[in-house]
T-cell receptor, first 114, second 114 residues
Framework: ETGVTQSPTHLIKTRGQQVTLRCSSQSGHNTVSWYQQALGQGPQFIFQYYREEENGRGNFPPRFSGLQFPNYSSELNVNALELDDSALYLC?????????????FGPGTRLTVL | AQSVTQLDSQVPVFEEAPVELRCNYSSSVSVYLFWYVQYPNQGLQLLLKYLSGSTLVESINGFEAEFNKSQTSFHLRKPSVHISDTAEYFCAVSASNTGNQFYFGTGTSLTVIP
């Protein structure tokens, strides 16, 4: 059984640029959630996708957007990067979209904005 | 809205000593509770979870946590820690009315001293 994978591992961008992060969900999972983890903080929920539709969103501006594909892989896009966007971005998959389902996390993408 | 408070940001403990990592949550509805562990430069791994039933839940590596509804707590304990337990520990809550979002605490850094 393949776990959650994310690419790239590390990324360096400059302010104002755009970035796309990718995630492959665990086999059999149709729900993907994205989290931002700033240094020394807990993960903050960005949004979740269930069967290719956005299924919940946290307190993040519209320049954070996403997609889920028919194979349940997902992308996180961030436009107009700001210095405060520097963080570890975590993707998590779960077998369903309900609150009782365990989320399984990938290793994350470390984004640095200069 | 839900929130999670981890009362200790850092916990140093000697090897083979017992440890308790504290977690309190705030919610007006039924909750599901999780503990995740994060090793350096890695994603989050599920340690244990409480969904319903017995209030005492155990992990395969000797950790246990007890759901206390009256005190809104879900403290994590281990009777004898090992060097390999050194990591960041996150408590998380999801609720029956949030659907999809996990709320994480700010984490507790456990350092096991030889």
């Amino acid at each position: 059984e393949t776990g959650v994978t994310q690419s790239p591992t590390h990324l360096i961008k400059t302010r104002g640029q755009q970035v796309t992060l990718r995630c492959s969900s665990q086999s059999g999972h149709n729900t993907v959630s994205w989290y931002q983890q700033a240094l020394g903080q807990g993960p903050q929920f960005i949004f979740q996708y269930y069967r290719e539709e956005e299924n919940g969103r946290g307190n993040f501006p519209p320049r954070f957007s996403g997609l889920q594909f028919p194979n349940y892989s997902s992308e996180l896009n961030v436009n107009a990067l700001e210095l405060d966007d520097s963080a570890l971005y975590l993707c998590a998959s779960s077998p369903r979209g309900g609150s009782m389902y365990t989320q399984y996390f990938g290793p994350g993408t470390r984004l640095t904005v200069l | 809205a839900q929130s999670v408070t981890q009362l200790d940001s850092q916990v140093p403990v000697f090897e083979e000593a017992p440890v308790e990592l504290r977690c309190n949550y705030s919610s007006s509805v039924s909750v599901y509770l999780f503990w995740y562990v994060q090793y350096p430069n890695q994603g989050l791994q599920l340690l244990l979870k409480y969904l319903s039933g017995s209030t005492l839940v155990e992990s395969i590596n000797g950790f246990e946590a007890e759901f206390n509804k009256s005190q809104t707590s879900f403290h994590l304990r281990k009777p004898s820690v090992h060097i390999s337990d050194t990591a960041e520990y996150f408590c998380a809550v999801s609720a029956s009315n949030t659907g999809n979002q996990f709320y994480f605490g700010t984490g507790t850094s456990l350092t096991v001293i030889p």
